[in-house]
């Protein structure tokens, strides 16, 4: 009999220990590149935070984060969270691009608006304004800016310097690229200089990506292109810029300053070639910079070795005087429907917008930061040089048709370089493609 | 030596030049775990312990640890074995001993189920296990594996019960035993070879298995060891020496079971009634 009573004290004593809740959140993040893994360790870091909080205010539940960070590639990220999004089981959390993954969750209702929350927390009054844009899709804030970046034009020092620019004129390039001085055609025809020089092999003057991505609906911009009609909420197709862009790139591979397999889907090659020194013009983004630092060419001097040999400006413009573009591509944390606790889940994000995890993100990463108070913060100098290029940037528009659009783009662009059509034949395609896929949701011009 | 075939140096040279591609990708593996940097299969620079960290660091970029892993793929296998085991040996026994109405296109409908490849049916098992709520869990893959694979099963048990010849179980029968213990006591210990080769494949297969885990589970804390691995093929930098060591960790276990099992493997091919 005594034992029972014991037992029956010892319940009674440790019943307080055992009230305390714990909740737990899921979330999803992904780089895919390795240095971005700062997106799932902010967001752990803002649980440690907030559960110091309630420790403090003698709260009755803890949180306990149970987080994900992928580094494989987009592709099978994206087939995870849409299997979980439709099998209920969806993470209460997930980051992903804001534009246009937000438009297309919010349609099939995947994730929650979250714009109560947002207003009730004061950490994301000091979120810089136009990265709102990027996560509002129909008038309703469906995330919280995680960060953004900008997707320069990266040319290598020494291969110029090898062609006969010299370094003043080299330093100049940004500047003179900045003001349009600096054109496409002027890049190609530097390009097929060095190539007859021998300074470069063929096909290394220009690299771009080598798989489908937001960068091609940026080129067709800086060929003048427009891709939304913010009025009638539709996709435009500009023939005449495409034809501009095509006829560009033909000219390029004609002239073996560009590869006609460079869409080889091998991102391993690209990084490979432009970190061996041997590509003298590449198109890339600012998180490019912390990769290559920290994996390409750790072993040579990491990043004095890239102050060294690599320069970076704005995507040029075609024709002299034209304005340059870049384009943003910002991440967003969003909340899922399906998620049991969502008010919570938006707490944390709101912990999340702190600027020492902001810029602990963006300097670790290579990406921009989204909080003003994170630019005083930080003392990062390539993050400081790349700066004036959100001035320039774009934004992927906000449609959940876009995927179709960018898709048939891609089609033209790659077949014009592997020479199966002319330019004029890949517009006619990629028109009528849209036509077909988009049907009324597509202006053609 | 008369067991030896004619020409016997001959054929060894042979088997050497067939066997040469597959040793030569384990020699790699095992080289570039061990080393900084392998040079086709000359390796370069210091001995590089860094490559195991994974053993020792809670996580690697985030990914759950690997005895995460090592636990589920151990469970998966397990867990797929026996169930595999112990329903085509008595799926088997039925089908062999037992008369009842559509047996025979029952035997076919098996049959035809083996026939399918899995992948074929992933989206029709995705909708399945989503209604039963085993989406993203461990026992909704071990489920679907075990069902995917025990047509091959049951044909395989059937093949080793009809071989048994009926004086015993007829004899226990007579002697006042029950079905399920003729089954129990006699059928099965005569069909251990049988059972043991089962289980082996089924073990084998599923401790292999990548499409079903990587379509059926989503969150990381399920993930096999197969899945794990998967996770260090990147779109662009790939750390090879990490990768090969998580190979070689993840073929370890197989490598023991054949070495410590090697003697109780070959006697599948003997056994049954002697007389």
Same mark, same amino acid.
């Given at each position: 009999?005594?034992? =029972? &009573?014991?037992?029956?004290?010892?319940?009674?004593?440790?019943?307080?220990?055992?009230?305390?809740?714990?909740?737990?959140?899921?979330?999803?993040?992904?780089?895919?590149?390795?240095?971005?893994?700062?997106?799932?360790?902010?967001?752990?870091?803002?649980?440690?935070?907030?559960?110091?909080?309630?420790?403090? #205010?003698?709260?009755?539940? $803890?949180?306990?984060?149970?987080?994900?960070?992928?580094?494989?590639?987009?592709? !099978?990220?994206?087939?995870?969270?849409?299997?979980?999004?439709?099998?209920?089981?969806?993470?209460?959390?997930?980051?992903?691009?804001?534009? !246009?993954?937000?438009?297309?969750?919010?349609?099939?209702?995947?994730?929650?608006?979250?714009?109560?929350?947002?207003? $009730?927390?004061?950490?994301?009054?000091?979120?810089? !304004?136009?990265?709102?844009?990027?996560?509002?899709?129909?008038?309703?804030?469906?995330?919280?800016?995680?960060?953004? +970046?900008?997707?320069?034009?990266?040319?290598?020092?020494?291969?110029?310097?090898?062609?006969?620019?010299?370094?003043?004129?080299?330093?100049?390039?940004?500047?003179?690229?900045?003001?349009?001085?600096?054109?496409?055609?002027?890049?190609?025809?530097?390009?097929?200089?060095?190539?007859?020089?021998?300074?470069?092999?063929?096909?290394?003057?220009?690299?771009?990506?080598?798989?489908?991505?937001?960068?091609?609906?940026? &080129?067709? $911009?800086?060929?003048?292109?427009?891709?939304?009609?913010?009025?009638?909420?539709?996709?435009?197709?500009?023939?005449?810029?495409?034809?501009?862009?095509?006829?560009?790139?033909?000219?390029?591979?004609?002239?073996?300053?560009?590869?006609?397999?460079?869409?080889?889907?091998?991102?391993?090659?690209?990084?490979?070639?432009?970190?061996?020194?041997?590509?003298?013009?590449?198109?890339?983004?600012?998180?490019? =910079?912390?990769? &290559?630092?920290?994996?390409?060419?750790?072993?040579?001097?990491? #990043?004095? &070795?890239? =102050?060294?040999?690599?320069?970076?400006?704005?995507?040029?413009?075609?024709?002299?005087?034209?304005?340059?573009?870049?384009?943003?591509?910002?991440?967003?944390?969003?909340?899922?429907?399906?998620?049991?606790?969502?008010?919570?889940?938006?707490?944390?994000?709101?912990?999340?917008?702190?600027?020492?995890?902001?810029? $602990?993100?963006?300097?670790?990463?290579?990406?921009?930061?989204?909080?003003?108070?994170?630019?005083?913060?930080?003392?990062?100098?390539?993050?400081?040089?790349?700066?004036?290029?959100?001035?320039?940037?774009?934004?992927?528009?906000?449609?959940?048709?876009?995927?179709?659009?960018?898709?048939?783009?891609?089609?033209?662009?790659?077949?014009? +370089?592997?020479?199966?059509?002319?330019? #004029?034949?890949?517009?006619?395609?990629?028109?009528? #493609?849209?036509?077909?896929?988009l049907k009324d949701q597509v202006m053609i011009k | 030596m008369p067991l030896l075939p004619r020409n016997w140096p001959l054929w060894l040279v042979v088997l050497f030049l067939i066997t040469l591609?597959?040793?030569?990708?384990?020699?790699?593996?095992?080289?570039?775990?061990?080393?900084?940097?392998?040079?086709?299969?000359?390796?370069?620079?210091?001995?590089?312990?860094?490559?195991?960290?994974?053993?020792?660091?809670?996580? %690697?970029?985030?990914?759950?640890?690997?005895?995460?892993?090592?636990?589920?793929?151990?469970?998966?296998?397990?867990? %797929?074995?026996?169930?595999?085991?112990?329903?085509?040996?008595?799926?088997?026994?039925?089908?062999?001993?037992?008369?009842?109405?559509?047996?025979?296109?029952?035997?076919?409908?098996?049959?035809?189920?083996?026939?399918?490849?899995?992948?074929?049916?992933?989206?029709?098992?995705?909708?399945?296990?989503?209604?039963?709520?085993?989406?993203?869990?461990?026992?909704?893959?071990?489920?679907?594996?075990?069902?995917?694979?025990?047509?091959?099963?049951?044909?395989?048990?059937?093949?080793?019960?009809?071989?048994?010849?009926?004086?015993?179980?007829?004899?226990?029968?007579?002697?006042?035993?029950?079905?399920?213990? %003729?089954?129990?006591?006699?059928?099965?210990?005569? %069909?251990?070879?049988?059972?043991?080769?089962?289980?082996?494949?089924?073990?084998?297969?599923?401790?292999?298995?990548?499409?079903?885990?990587?379509?059926?589970?989503?969150?990381?804390?399920?993930?096999?060891?197969?899945?794990?691995?998967?996770?260090?093929?990147?779109?662009?930098?790939?750390?090879?020496?990490?990768?090969?060591?998580v190979g070689l960790f993840y073929a370890l276990p197989v490598f023991l079971l054949f070495l410590f099992g090697q003697r109780y493997l070959l006697n599948i091919y003997s056994g049954g009634v002697?007389?």
């Open positions: 009999m005594r034992k =029972w &009573w014991i037992l029956a004290a010892a319940v009674l004593a440790l019943t307080p220990v055992f009230a305390q809740k714990t909740i737990t959140i899921k979330a999803w993040t992904i780089g895919p590149d390795d240095p971005s893994i700062t997106r799932l360790k902010n967001l752990e870091a803002a649980v440690d935070r907030l559960n110091a909080l309630l420790a403090i #205010e003698g709260a009755d539940y $803890r949180v306990k984060l149970e987080g994900d960070f992928d580094t494989t590639d987009w592709d !099978p990220y994206l087939r995870r969270v849409l299997l979980a999004f439709q099998s209920g089981s969806a993470p209460d959390i997930v980051q992903a691009s804001a534009a !246009p993954l937000i438009g297309v969750w919010a349609t099939a209702g995947y994730i929650a608006p979250i714009g109560d929350e947002v207003s $009730r927390y004061g950490t994301f009054k000091d979120v810089f !304004p136009t990265l709102w844009n990027a996560v509002t899709f129909k008038g309703q804030i469906f995330g919280t800016p995680q960060d953004t +970046e900008a997707r320069p034009l990266y040319f290598n020092k020494t291969l110029l310097k090898k062609l006969g620019w010299s370094d003043a004129k080299i330093a100049e390039l940004p500047k003179m690229i900045e003001k349009g001085e600096f054109t496409w055609d002027d890049l190609l025809a530097t390009a097929e200089e060095a190539l007859k020089k021998g300074v470069i092999e063929r096909g290394k003057g220009y690299y771009h990506r080598p798989k489908n991505g937001p960068d091609f609906l940026m &080129w067709y $911009r800086a060929f003048g292109g427009t891709a939304y009609d913010p009025a009638s909420g539709k996709l435009v197709f500009d023939k005449a810029a495409a034809l501009r862009y095509f006829t560009w790139l033909k000219k390029a591979v004609d002239a073996g300053v560009l590869e006609k397999d460079r869409l080889d889907g091998n991102w391993k090659r690209f990084h490979q070639n432009v970190t061996d020194g041997k590509v003298l013009f590449f198109s890339g983004g600012t998180w490019n =910079w912390a990769e &290559w630092k920290s994996q390409w060419v750790k072993d040579r001097g990491g #990043e004095s &070795w890239l =102050w060294q040999h690599f320069g970076f400006a704005l995507q040029p413009a075609y024709e002299k005087g034209g304005r340059p573009v870049t384009l943003s591509n910002p991440q967003a944390y969003m909340v899922s429907s399906a998620s049991k606790h969502k008010a919570l889940a938006a707490k944390i994000l709101a912990f999340v917008a702190m600027p020492d995890l902001d810029a $602990r993100h963006a300097v670790g990463s290579g990406h921009l930061p989204v909080l003003q108070a994170t630019a005083s913060l930080t003392e990062n100098r390539f993050i400081r040089a790349v700066s004036y290029m959100l001035n320039y940037t774009t934004f992927q528009p906000q449609h959940p048709d876009l995927p179709k659009w960018q898709n048939a783009l891609y089609r033209g662009v790659s077949a014009v +370089e592997s020479g199966q059509v002319t330019p #004029e034949q890949a517009v006619s395609v990629v028109a009528t #493609e849209m036509k077909r896929t | 591609p597959i040793g030569a990708g384990i020699l790699w593996l095992v080289l570039t775990a061990l080393y900084n940097q392998v040079h086709g299969l000359v390796p370069m620079g210091k001995l590089a312990p860094q490559n195991w960290r994974f053993l020792f660091e809670g996580s %690697v970029g985030g990914r759950p640890s690997i005895w995460v892993a090592l636990k589920n793929s151990a469970v998966f296998a397990a867990a %797929v074995a026996t169930l595999e085991v112990l329903i085509a040996s008595m799926a088997a026994y039925a089908i062999s001993r037992m008369k009842f109405p559509l047996r025979t296109p029952y035997l076919g409908m098996i049959l035809t189920l083996h026939a399918f490849p899995a992948v074929s049916l992933l989206i029709a098992i995705y909708y399945i296990l989503r209604l039963l709520g085993l989406f993203d869990t461990l026992i909704g893959v071990i489920l679907v594996k075990a069902s995917l694979d025990l047509p091959l099963g049951i044909w395989l048990m059937k093949g080793f019960f009809d071989q048994l010849s009926w004086d015993m179980e007829m004899a226990a029968l007579v002697d006042g035993a029950s079905r399920w213990t %003729v089954f129990w006591r006699v059928a099965l210990p005569l %069909v251990r070879p049988g059972i043991l080769a089962l289980g082996t494949f089924a073990l084998l297969s599923a401790w292999g298995e990548f499409i079903l885990p990587f379509t059926f589970i989503v969150s990381a804390k399920s993930w096999t060891l197969a899945l794990y691995m998967q996770s260090f093929m990147k779109e662009a930098f790939v750390d090879y020496g990490l990768m090969a060591a002697k007389g």
